[in-house]
């Protein structure tokens, strides 16, 4: 048992210090651009970003504004996955519901967030477009998983629940639960990531107020490279750190699943 922990513990090690290796190799790409270039307003140097990153972290407003998009971002996502799971299982369940539905998320799934942005806009206070916006990248997403790990749940198991007149319920939580879960994680996985960014965009269109998004616009506007940099260098590592949090919540359940 101890060589065995010795053995996860070197390998966690070893896998740290390699994604911290490439990390400072791609810092130091960075670092060697900015000193050819040599013009701050266009690309500051990593010290540049590191140093107004500090002092963004050191006001109440930079924590402000991340609770909010974080909160704003997190609502979307929440009501696109419930959405989602809803129609995913009535549009496996009723033909016609089918029909009527998919295509039309077919049209969300297509159609550039700027266009439904900009609709927005025009119809809705834009305090609430992050959040419409959020939803609508889940939706497609977690949809079309749910109704794929539906339709692909073990016929034979489906089919022997029927002969020995199981309850729905019982069949409900052990055999489809079980079976369309991953197909759930994986398209909360893969939406964690366009949420985001999708949310953070549609703050920077829309001017939200105490936001990631209304930063990163007025960064741009008053020509603070170093500040732009260190808001989108903020957005990176807090959704990293979001889908390594999701990660983590989906391994242990389904390590207690086994």
């Known amino acids: 048992m101890e060589n065995n ?17 490439v990390l400072l190799i791609w810092v130091g790409l ?13 690309l500051p140097t990593p010290a540049a970003v590191a140093a ?8 109440g407003e930079f924590y402000t504004a991340i609770s909010f998009s974080v909160l704003r971002i997190f609502a979307g996502l929440l009501a696109g996955a419930l959405l989602g799971l809803l129609f995913g299982v009535l549009c496996a369940s009723f033909a016609p519901a089918d029909e009527f539905i998919s295509p039309a ?3 969300v799934r297509a ?16 305090a609430y477009i992050p959040i419409l916006i959020s ?7 977690i949809f079309g998983n749910i109704k794929t ?3 692909k749940t073990d016929a034979k198991l489906l089919e022997m629940a029927r002969f020995f007149r199981v ?18 994680f994986s398209g909360l996985k893969t939406c964690l990531g366009l949420a985001w960014k999708a949310g953070v965009a549609a703050e920077v269109l829309c001017y939200t107020k105490r936001s990631i998004g209304l930063n990163l616009q007025n960064s741009k506007t008053y020509l603070l490279t170093d500040e732009l940099f260190a808001w989108t260098v903020t957005i990176i590592v807090i959704s990293m750190l979001i889908e390594a949090l999701v990660s983590h919540i989906i391994s242990k359940y389904e390590g207690k699943r086994g």
Do not use: H
């Not at 922990?5 to 290796?21: A, H, M, N, P």
């Not at 159609?111 to 834009?126: E, G, N, Q, R, Y």
């Not at 055999?175 to 991953?182: E, G, N, R």
């Open 5 to 21: 922990r010795g053995k996860r513990s070197d390998s966690v090690t070893k896998r740290f210090l390699r994604k911290l290796l």
């Open 30 to 42: 960075w670092f060697f651009a900015a000193v050819i270039v040599n013009k701050e307003v266009v």
């Open 52 to 59: 107004k990153l500090f002092s963004l972290a050191c006001t």
């Open 105 to 107: 998320l077919s049209v």
């Open 111 to 126: 159609t550039p967030v700027a266009s439904f942005i900009i609709l927005a806009l025009v119809l809705m206070d834009k």
């Open 135 to 141: 939803l609508l990248m889940v939706l497609p997403v």
């Open 149 to 151: 790990g539906i339709l």
């Open 167 to 184: 309850e729905k319920w019982t069949v409900i939580t052990k055999i489809y639960a079980p079976q369309v879960a991953p197909y759930f």
